[in-house]
């Protein structure tokens, strides 16, 4: 078809008063001769999805969230809430997690064994983490929050690094450098959902679900 309309086109190009005829399919007038329409134009109104939620910045606000002991710059790797507007943050400087108010002054916090990559809400009382270290890159944490204490709780051991972390519908979202796996609350399997080995570190950023 392209090269068709090029050839057309040079030689209108030289022939500056062509004769142009169009020159019919002949299967044309068999294939239509029973439709009387090529379709319809209706307005109707777009159908909002119940589940979609719109976030819509507003306002930034700058909290000082070091303790006595953090005596240089915090690094926040990821943050959650708990039921009641309190929220939960991980500090990768100074491998500890720590509990926040509704006004965002630290209430309690706790030292990990490792650097914390992120931290996702289980229920309202209880928040999970994965952590970047030689013994803990494989490790899923479960922390406990009563009374405003952060208390550690039981951990999971996976046999792949883990980066970013989720919790949905009873299940674990769990990225490894490269894969991205879905988990029961017990540690097993349930899938790898995708991977990509393109380069080293595909899947290990964080994501929300």
Not at 75 to 88: K, N, V, Y
Not at 145 to 154: H, L, N, S
Not at 161 to 190: E, M, P, W
């Amino acid at each position: 078809m392209g090269s068709q309309a090029e050839k057309v086109l040079k030689e209108l190009a030289v022939n500056r008063s062509p004769l142009v005829l169009f020159n019919k399919n002949p299967c044309i007038e068999q294939i239509f001769s029973d439709v009387s329409t090529l379709g319809n134009i209706e307005c109707v109104e777009k159908q909002t999805d119940k589940d979609e939620i719109i976030l819509e910045y507003k306002n930034k606000y700058i909290h000082d969230i070091r303790i006595t002991s953090d005596k240089a710059r915090c690094d926040i790797a990821g943050i959650c809430e708990l039921s009641g507007g309190a929220s939960r943050i991980v500090d990768y400087s100074y491998k500890r997690v720590k509990l926040l108010d509704i006004q965002y002054k630290v209430v309690a916090h706790t030292d990990l064994p490792g650097s914390p990559l992120d931290i996702c809400t289980i229920s309202h009382t209880e928040v999970a983490d994965t952590m970047e270290g030689i013994k803990t890159n494989t490790i899923v944490q479960f922390l406990n929050v009563t009374d405003k204490q952060v208390v550690i709780g039981r951990k999971l051991d996976f046999k792949h690094t883990c980066h970013g972390i989720a919790y949905f519908k009873n299940a674990l979202f769990i990225t490894s450098r490269t894969a991205l796996y879905q988990y029961t609350l017990d540690g097993k399997l349930v899938k790898e959902i995708y991977e990509d080995k393109s380069c080293a570190y595909t899947g290990m950023f964080r994501f929300n679900l």
